[in-house]
T-cell receptor, first 114, second 112 residues
Framework: EPEVTQTPSHQVTQMGQEVILRCVPI?????FYWYRQILGQKVEFLVS????????KSEIFDDQFSVERPDGSNFTLKIRSTKLEDSAMYFC????????????FGSGTQLSVL | DAKTTQPTSMDCAEGRAANLPCNHS???????VYWYRQIHSQGPQYIIH???NNETNEMASLIITEDRKSSTLILPHATLRDTAVYYC?????????????FGTGTRLQVTL
């Protein structure tokens, strides 16, 4: 079965630094998502992306966050100035359509902000 | 999106059927019931979804009551690899990107 690939699997950074988390969605999918999960807490929606623009974003997704699809295959999440509370597992997901379709999730990037 | 209620945890013997209930009493007519699971700290994995009718695929069966206020996910022959947190999620059909609101789910422990 096709997979969503995320790199790196682990990222350690200093508070205030910028990080870019990378994802390669499934090749023919059109909708892309970022979710995150703080240790021991729920999986939380961050943002959805379609047709080169954000479809929806949560309250968590503030000005420190941005997403980009720089080419035909990658989908990135940038955090401009990381905070301790940004430490979490970040999951990328993709779907063929946005309607009643199953989301395929990657295995995640564990971000640790020191 | 309608809120869902699931038991915090359940146990199931390997080889037996695991029946995971979910209440969604405030579900509206255009909301679908989705089930995902999360094994350890991996990414959530889609299992099945439905609107009104019962559904079955290679992983599981989904039974939705006639009034749609509750549903049951059935894993017919649970294995140790089915140990995971199972999420019942109600998703409205907005015609745009599907946003999933995860709750705390049911932690299923499959034992020998």
């Amino acid at each position: 079965e096709p997979e969503v690939t995320q790199t790196p699997s682990h990222q350690v950074t200093q508070m205030g630094q910028e990080v870019i988390l990378r994802c390669v969605p499934i090749s023919n999918h059109l909708y892309f998502y970022w979710y995150r999960q703080i240790l021991g807490q729920k999986v939380e929606f961050l943002v959805s992306f379609y047709n080169n623009e954000i479809s929806e974003k949560s309250e968590i997704f503030d000005d420190q966050f941005s997403v980009e699809r720089p080419d035909g295959s990658n989908f990135t999440l940038k955090i401009r100035s990381t905070k301790l509370e940004d430490s979490a597992m970040y999951f990328c997901a993709s779907s063929w359509t946005g309607m009643n379709e199953k989301l395929f999730f990657g295995s995640g990037t564990q971000l640790s902000v020191l | 999106d309608a809120k869902t209620t699931q038991p915090t945890s359940m146990d199931c013997a390997e080889g037996r059927a695991a029946n995971l209930p979910c209440n969604h009493s405030t579900i509206s007519g255009n909301e679908y019931v989705y089930w995902y699971r999360q094994i350890h700290s991996q990414g959530p994995q889609y299992i099945i979804h439905g609107l009104k009718n019962n559904e079955t695929n290679e992983m599981a069966s989904l039974i939705i009551t006639e009034d749609r206020k509750s549903s049951t996910l059935i894993l017919p022959h649970a294995t140790l690899r089915d140990t995971a947190v199972y999420y019942c999620i109600v998703v409205i059909n907005t015609g745009t990107a599907s946003k999933l609101t995860f709750g705390t789910g049911t932690r299923l422990q499959v034992t020998l």
